[in-house]
T-cell receptor
Framework: DAGVTQSPTHLIKTRGQHVTLRCSPISGHKSVSWYQQVLGQGPQFIFQYYEKEERGRGNFPDRFSARQFPNYSSELNVNALLLGDSALYLC?????????????FGPGTRLTVT | AQTVTQSQPEMSVQEAETVTLSCTYDTSESNYYLFWYKQPPSRQMILVIRQEAYKQQNATENRFSVNFQKAAKSFSLKISDSQLGDTAMYFCAFMKRGTGNQFYFGTGTSLTVIP
């Protein structure tokens, strides 16, 4: 089975632009979470979705939004990009939304804002 | 709010030796999980070991074991017989039980295994 996949692998955007990042969970997994990992830091929780509903949100501004589709894939959207949004964005999937089962991380999308 | 602290930004160990990575956390929750994740230079996060807070027995996974001290809020990782492939960033993480994939991560420890 394929693991968690994320696209694109890398992208470069300009300040003020909008970006959409995509995540496909492991087949059968219904929960997806998003994390921001700034260089040299640990990942910070942004959102969790389970069964297409938001289950949790971290301390991020409203410029960040996400959604989960009927096939359980997910998009993370960031508006009005700032230089500080440059980071590795990680997606994690799990069978359910309760944390009982193991979470699997994707390889990440490296976003550079210039 | 939960906080996770890893006070060792960098560590090194000789191949085949044992190394211990430290982690402390702060929480008012009573039901939670603790994790160690490994992030090799290729950057994909891999679960190393997991501990349920209600279990007193320390988790072990082959060469990896933890020392979980709930009262002290300490959760250290011991790697025995270190191998070159253990070179990576190691992150300690906290998850409140029932919240799914909502991890709180520490800042990481960069471990280098020296041949």
């Amino acid at each position: 089975d394929a693991g968690v996949t994320q696209s694109p692998t890398h992208l470069i955007k300009t300040r003020g632009q909008h970006v959409t990042l995509r995540c496909s969970p492991i087949s059968g997994h219904k929960s997806v979470s998003w994390y921001q990992q700034v260089l040299g830091q640990g990942p910070q929780f942004i959102f969790q979705y389970y069964e297409k509903e938001e289950r949790g949100r971290g301390n991020f501004p409203d410029r960040f939004s996400a959604r989960q589709f009927p096939n359980y894939s997910s998009e993370l959207n960031v508006n009005a990009l700032l230089l500080g949004d440059s980071a590795l964005y990680l997606c994690a999937s799990s069978l359910t939304g309760t944390g009982v089962y193991e979470q699997y991380f994707g390889p990440g999308t490296r976003l550079t804002v210039t | 709010a939960q906080t996770v602290t890893q006070s060792q930004p960098e560590m090194s160990v000789q191949e085949a030796e044992t190394v211990t990575l430290s982690c402390t956390y702060d929480t008012s929750e009573s039901n939670y999980y603790l994790f160690w994740y490994k992030q090799p230079p290729s950057r994909q996060m891999i679960l190393v070991i997991r501990q349920e807070a209600y279990k007193q027995q320390n988790a072990t996974e082959n060469r990896f074991s933890v020392n979980f001290q709930k009262a002290a809020k300490s959760f250290s990782l011991k790697i025995s017989d270190s191998q070159l492939g253990d070179t990576a960033m190691y992150f300690c993480a906290f998850m409140k039980r029932g919240t799914g994939n909502q991890f709180y991560f520490g800042t990481g420890t960069s471990l280098t295994v020296i041949p």
